[in-house]
């Protein structure tokens, strides 16, 4: 992560792109799991889930 950028911002819509604008709603519903970017030359190809249930 270089220097300058602050992950506790989340970017401007402008500026992101739309696979971030995707998953950024996504992220704020997933209670407990994992998620996975794929990057093929530097570009996010595929993104999976795994979502896990907690049984009480």
Do not use: C
């Not at 030359?41 to 889930?49: A, C, H, N």
């Amino acid at each position: 992560m270089p220097p300058s950028s602050n992950p506790d911002s989340a970017p401007s819509d402008a500026a992101s792109p739309a696979w971030l604008q995707w998953l950024l709603p996504k992220l704020q519903e997933l209670r407990f799991g994992s998620v996975v970017l794929v990057v093929h030359d530097g570009r996010v190809t595929q993104i999976e889930f795994t979502e896990r249930t907690r049984l009480g």
